[in-house]
C-alpha cells in the first residue's frame, strides 16, 4: 500500500483547487503550466525546470524566462521567504474609483443642444484635431467626456457634456443626458454656460440660467460665454442681449478662431478665487511670480522686510535680497511637475449592441456611460479612471487603469461619412493608443465576420487582448459541456487570437467581470515581456530542427541564422536569414507557436515577426571571392585583389 505524506496531500489538494480555479479565470490558449512544487522540488516542462512558487507568488504570465532556466533551489527558497515577508507586511486593496487629483479643478461646460460647446471644449483643450466630435446637428455628445487643459501655466480639466433639455419630448435621451449634465456640475469648481450670439437669446437659455443661478451660483462660478461672436465689432452687440439673464457679463468669444477665449478664462479664475470653489492658491500662480519677479527686479518691499532691509537690498546685502529671491524660487516651484503613476489604457471594443457601455459601468460601479437597447447609444470615446492603492508599506505609486468605452464599429460599406465616420475614427484611435484592447463578442449571436475584422486590427496594431464574451447569462440550456464547446468554438472561428485568453462574463448581473482585471494585469505583463537572446537562439535552433526552413524547386533552401529581441509593446524579434522572401506564412505561424509552446508569458500579446535577409553587397561581395556556381572557385578576391 502506498503512504501518503498528509502535508504533501494537502499541498496536493490546494494546488488541485487552484489549478481549476486558474483555468476559469484566465485560459490558456497553447496550454496550462504548473507553478507549485512540493518541498521545494522543481518540476520540469519541456525538459527546463521552473522555479517553484506558491500560491502568493505572481502568475505563470509573470514569470520570467530566466526564472525557468534557474536551478538554484536554495535562491528560490530565500526569495519565496521573502515575498511572503513582503506580502504579510504589504496587503493588496482592491480595486476602486480613481480619487481625482483636488489641485486640478474640473470646468462644467453646458448648454442647450447645438451651441458650440464641443468646439469650445476643443479650442481651450487645442484637441481640435482628434478631440470631442463636432456637427452641425443636435444630439451628438450625450455623455459627459473628460479633456485636460492648461491656462497660465495651471492645469484644468474640462468636461464637456450634451445639451440640457428640461422636457424629455424635445430629445433623444433627453432625461440620460440631463442626469449625465448634473452629474458634472455637482463635482465642478466652475461652470461655463455657453449660448448662441447669432440666434440670440431662446427660452431654452432663460430656463439654464435661471437654473444655475438659483442653484449653483451660490457655490461656484458661472461664467456666460456667448459663441460664434468671430466680429470684434459686431460681437459685443451680439453679446449685449444677453446681459438680461442675471449671470454678470456675457463674453463674446468664437470657439472656432478662438476669438475672447482668454479674456473668458481670465474671468473664471477670477470667480474660483473669489468663490474659493478650488484649492487655496489656484488661479493666482502666475500673479504671485509676476509680482515676485518684478520685487527681485525693481528692488521692491518685499513682505516682511523693514525700510532697512530694503536699504540694505539695494546695494546687494542683508537678509531682504534673501527673501526676495527665495519668494522668486517658491513661485518658480509652484509651477513644477508632480510625479503621477503610470496609466494603463484599456480600449472596450466590439460592433454595436454587444454590451461595451455595461460592462463598464459594472466596472466603474455607476452609470457612466448611457446605455439603451438601441444600436449606436455611444457617440464619442468615454473614459473612466479606476486605481488600484498601493500596499501599504510598500512606498509604491497605486496602478491606474483608464477603460476606454468606444462606439460599435460597423463595416466599413455601412458607415457614410459624417458623425459615424468620426466616431469609427475615434475608436480605431482607441485601439492604437491602448495597452490592452477588451474585444467584447455577443454569446448569443456567435461570431461575425466583424468580429475577425476587428480581431485582424487589435493583432495589426500589436495590441494585447483579452477576448471577453458578454451575455453568458442568456444563453439557454447551458449544462457542462457547454462552456468547453464554447471555447472551442471561439478558437475555430477567431484563429488571429488563437493566443488569447477569454473570459465568459454578464455585464447585466456582474458574473466574472471582475476577473477582467486578472487578465488585463496578465496581459501588459506579456505586452512588456524581453527575453534574452540566448534563449530566443535555443528556442530557434530546436524550432528549426523539428521543421527546416522552406525550400524552392531550384534546390534553393531558406537558412536561418539567429534572431534577437528588438523592442516590447508588443514583443518584437527580428530573424536573421539568407532570403526573407523565401519565409511564408505558414513557416512563420509555425515559428510563433513554437515559441509559445516553449517560452511562458507570451499568452496574451502578438508577437511581431520580422524577417531580414542579407543585404545585396554582403551577397555581392561573397561572390566576388568565392566566384559563380560552376566556374572552379576563380574569383576575385576581396579586398585583396592583387593575391591572386
Not at 503512504?3 to 496550462?32: G, H, K
Not at 454595436?352 to 448611457?370: E, H
Not at 448581473?509 to 506579456?526: F, L, M
Request: charged letters at 25%.
Amino acid at each position: 500500500m502506498i503512504r501518503y505524506n498528509s502535508v504533501q496531500f494537502i499541498a496536493f489538494l490546494s494546488w488541485t483547487l487552484e489549478l481549476s480555479t486558474q483555468t476559469d479565470a484566465f485560459l490558456n490558449p497553447s496550454r496550462l503550466r504548473s507553478t507549485i512544487s512540493l518541498e521545494g522540488q522543481p518540476l520540469y516542462t519541456n525538459n527546463h525546470p521552473i522555479r517553484s512558487s506558491r500560491s502568493s507568488s505572481p502568475s505563470a504570465l509573470s514569470v520570467s524566462l530566466e526564472e525557468n532556466y534557474a536551478i538554484d533551489i536554495s535562491s528560490s527558497e530565500e526569495e519565496e521567504d521573502e515575498e511572503e515577508d513582503f506580502n504579510d507586511s504589504a496587503v493588496q486593496k482592491p480595486i476602486r474609483r480613481s480619487r481625482r487629483n483636488k489641485t486640478v479643478p474640473l470646468i462644467a461646460i453646458v448648454g442647450r443642444p447645438n451651441v458650440g460647446k464641443s468646439a469650445l471644449v476643443n479650442r481651450i483643450a487645442g484637441t481640435q484635431s482628434g478631440g470631442a466630435i463636432v456637427a452641425d446637428e443636435p444630439g451628438i455628445t450625450r455623455d459627459r467626456t473628460y479633456r485636460p487643459a492648461e491656462f497660465l501655466g495651471e492645469k484644468l480639466q474640462l468636461v464637456d457634456t450634451g445639451g440640457l433639455v428640461f422636457d424629455d419630448n424635445d430629445a433623444l435621451f433627453a432625461r440620460e443626458i440631463r442626469e449625465q449634465a448634473m452629474i458634472a456640475i455637482d463635482e465642478a469648481s466652475a461652470v461655463i454656460l455657453v449660448v448662441d450670439g447669432q440666434s440670440g437669446l431662446t427660452t431654452m437659455d432663460q430656463e439654464l440660467a435661471d437654473f444655475l443661478r438659483k442653484e449653483v451660483t451660490k457655490d461656484v462660478p458661472v461664467v456666460l460665454a456667448v459663441n460664434k461672436c468671430e466680429s470684434e465689432i459686431t460681437g459685443a452687440v451680439s453679446a449685449s442681449e444677453f446681459w438680461g439673464l442675471g449671470l454678470g457679463e456675457p463674453f463674446p468669444v468664437s470657439a472656432l478662431h478662438g476669438v475672447g477665449t482668454a479674456e473668458l478664462l481670465e474671468s473664471m479664475y477670477a470667480g474660483i478665487v473669489q468663490k474659493g470653489s478650488a484649492v487655496p492658491g489656484f488661479g493666482t500662480k502666475a500673479k504671485v511670480l509676476e509680482k515676485a519677479k518684478l520685487a527681485l527686479k525693481e528692488n521692491l518691499k518685499v513682505d516682511g522686510e523693514t525700510d532697512d532691509d530694503r536699504l540694505l537690498k539695494k546695494y546687494g546685502v542683508g537678509n531682504s535680497l534673501e527673501m526676495a529671491v527665495t519668494r522668486y524660487e517658491d513661485a518658480l516651484s509652484a509651477f513644477d511637475e508632480v510625479d503621477t503613476p503610470e496609466e494603463y489604457n484599456i480600449a472596450i471594443i466590439g460592433r454595436p449592441n454587444v454590451g461595451k457601455s455595461s460592462l463598464l459601468n459594472t466596472l466603474f460601479g455607476s452609470n457612466r456611460a448611457i446605455v439603451s437597447d438601441k444600436a449606436g447609444t455611444t457617440r464619442d470615446s468615454i473614459d473612466a479612471v479606476l486605481e488600484r492603492p498601493a500596499p501599504e508599506g510598500s512606498g509604491e505609486l497605486p496602478t491606474i487603469y483608464r477603460f476606454i468605452d468606444t462606439a460599435g464599429i460597423r463595416r466599413k460599406g455601412k458607415v457614410d461619412f459624417g458623425p459615424e465616420f468620426f466616431m469609427v475614427n475615434r475608436a480605431l484611435r482607441a485601439i492604437r493608443r491602448a495597452d490592452v484592447a477588451l474585444l467584447v463578442l455577443d454569446a448569443t449571436a456567435g461570431v461575425t465576420e466583424q468580429d475577425r475584422i476587428l480581431a485582424q486590427k487589435i493583432s495589426d496594431d500589436g495590441r494585447a487582448c483579452v477576448l471577453v464574451v458578454n451575455k453568458w447569462d442568456a444563453v439557454a440550456d447551458k449544462d457542462s459541456q457547454t462552456f468547453a464547446k464554447s471555447v472551442k468554438y471561439f478558437r475555430m472561428e477567431l484563429q488571429q487570437m488563437r493566443w488569447a485568453p477569454i473570459l465568459f462574463t454578464s455585464a447585466a448581473t456582474g458574473q466574472r467581470c471582475s476577473k477582467i482585471y486578472g487578465a488585463v494585469d496578465e496581459a501588459i505583463k506579456a505586452h512588456r515581456k524581453r527575453i534574452s537572446t540566448a534563449v530566443l537562439n535555443e528556442v530557434l535552433r530546436d524550432a528549426t530542427l523539428w521543421q527546416p526552413p522552406p525550400s524552392k524547386r531550384n534546390g534553393s533552401q531558406a537558412k536561418i541564422y539567429y534572431c534577437n529581441q528588438v523592442s516590447t509593446r508588443p514583443p518584437t524579434i527580428v530573424v536573421f536569414c539568407n532570403n526573407a522572401g523565401m519565409i511564408n506564412d505558414g513557416y512563420r505561424r509555425y515559428l510563433d507557436r513554437k515559441f509559445r509552446e516553449s517560452l511562458v508569458g507570451f499568452e496574451a500579446t502578438p508577437i511581431r515577426w520580422i524577417f531580414r535577409g542579407r543585404r545585396a553587397r554582403d551577397v555581392a561581395r561573397n561572390r566576388s571571392m568565392n566566384g559563380n556556381p560552376g566556374d572552379g572557385g576563380t574569383g576575385t578576391s576581396f579586398p585583396f585583389p592583387h593575391a591572386d
